[in-house]
């Protein structure tokens, strides 16, 4: 049994931190116990998912689960794997769900009558989490096993939306549902679209947050940040992710290697002080702002141009409510592929299991994004592009809500 310090003044409570102090919620929790969670599945005073649920049900906590980037998150992108272990401390079974299959198996699920997800989303299509999901609602149905979604705000709000939403033909593991890039949507509200929309045809709760309103961004909920994924060490670039993301797509880097990854992008022949005074006259023409374009020179440590001094950016978001990142990102995307000629590069390789399509179209659910670039489109046609189908969307995500 562990104490547990008394709760801060926080503006909101997590699920999390509502299942440890509300006796009606833990009678809710039925038979053997698995839970989904990772490094960022904290309560207001640290304490992990795991000792919190550990504490509350005791020997009736089975099995833990880990997404992407592995359950304690030290596991880099693209691929790379994790495996399966038991706990060194908990002595419990930790099946990886991001290893020879994405799917849970009969195996992992035998003996749970209920799954647990705590997962720190960060309220981009193509962040994984919710991928995973989509695919465990579909499992945990097939075999009867309820699932408790412990709701966490999106640190990017849940008013606005971005980005075209994604074409059914490119549904993979970085597009499992038809969002937008940024979809506005908690984890509840995802698990909510799943069952509604999708094949999460299972028994479903959604232990929902207090406090937490849809104009609230990560800093505005007195929440610490702890990094979801080992390359997004602050809430900021969980902004800036939504555009800088598109860069995994290409050569240019997008700051891992870095301690600031996803804020920064560069490319070893980018000279950023003259590239930006350009730049910044085109967003001044587009209506760009809410942020700061800051030139800077970095040498990645790892992955692309490792060891390479690279000239760049970093994007400082200065205005939450202007900032627009998945647009920013696109336009930072065409500009540079017309800047850099023949140095600008699609990247080719796998890219989360797809083997066949340019990892930038598996990345925008779309080929047509990349044609606006390389046909150099007007701007109107990515507007185009963009909300293209949001109406329906916009009706189906209405429906799902659990928060004003």
């Known amino acids: 049994m562990i104490c547990f310090q008394e709760e801060?003044?926080?503006?909101?409570?997590?699920?999390?931190?509502?299942?440890?102090?509300?006796k009606n919620f833990q009678k809710e929790i039925k038979g053997s116990i698995g839970l989904l969670c990772h490094n960022a599945s904290i309560d207001s005073q640290f304490n992990h998912a795991i000792e919190i649920t550990k504490s509350l049900f005791g020997p009736r906590l089975k099995k833990l689960f880990g997404p992407q980037h592995g359950l304690i998150t030290d596991v880099q992108d693209n691929m790379v794997e994790t495996e399966d272990f038991i706990h060194p401390h908990f002595k419990l079974p930790v099946y990886s769900l991001y290893s020879e299959t994405r799917i849970p198996t009969d195996e992992m699920l035998e003996g749970i009558d209920?799954?647990?997800?705590?997962?720190?989303d960060v309220g981009t299509r193509v962040y994984t989490y919710i991928s995973t999901l989509g695919l465990i609602m579909e499992a945990c149905g097939k075999k009867d096993i309820e699932v408790v979604i412990l709701d966490r705000p999106n640190p990017v709000g849940g008013d606005i939306i971005e980005g075209n939403v994604l074409d059914p033909s490119y549904k993979s593991f970085v597009g499992h549902f038809p969002f937008p890039m940024r979809h506005g949507l908690t984890m509840g509200e995802v698990a909510n679209f799943c069952k509604t929309y999708g094949d999460g045809q299972c028994a479903l709760k959604v232990i929902q947050m207090e406090g937490w309103k849809r104009s609230m961004t990560f800093n505005e909920t007195g929440l610490p940040w702890v990094l979801p994924s080992p390359n997004l060490p602050t809430w900021e670039s969980a902004f800036t992710f939504v555009g800088t993301v598109l860069f995994e797509g290409t050569f240019i880097s997008e700051g891992r290697g870095t301690t600031r990854s996803l804020e920064i992008v560069g490319h070893p022949n980018l000279e950023p002080y003259s590239f930006k005074e350009k730049f910044l006259k085109k967003c001044e023409s587009l209506e760009l702002s809410g942020f700061n374009l800051r030139p800077l020179y970095f040498r990645p440590t790892f992955q692309k141009h490792a060891q390479k001094t690279c000239g760049g950016f970093q994007i400082h978001p200065t205005n939450l409510q202007d900032f627009r990142p998945w647009t920013l990102g696109q336009v930072l995307c065409h500009e540079l592929f017309?800047?850099?000629g023949p140095d600008f590069q699609w990247n080719k390789s796998p890219y989360e299991y797809e083997f066949e399509r340019p990892a930038i179209d598996m990345i925008n659910g779309t080929h047509t994004i990349r044609e606006w670039i390389e046909e150099n489109r007007p701007w109107e046609d990515l507007?185009?592009?963009e909300e293209n189908n949001w109406p329906e969307f916009l009706n189906k995500r209405e429906s799902t809500l659990l928060y004003k």
């Open 8 to 22: 801060p003044m926080t503006k909101i409570h997590t699920g999390l931190e509502l299942l440890k102090i509300e």
């Open 114 to 120: 209920t799954l647990l997800i705590d997962l720190q």
């Open 338 to 340: 017309h800047t850099l």
């Open 383 to 385: 507007k185009g592009i």
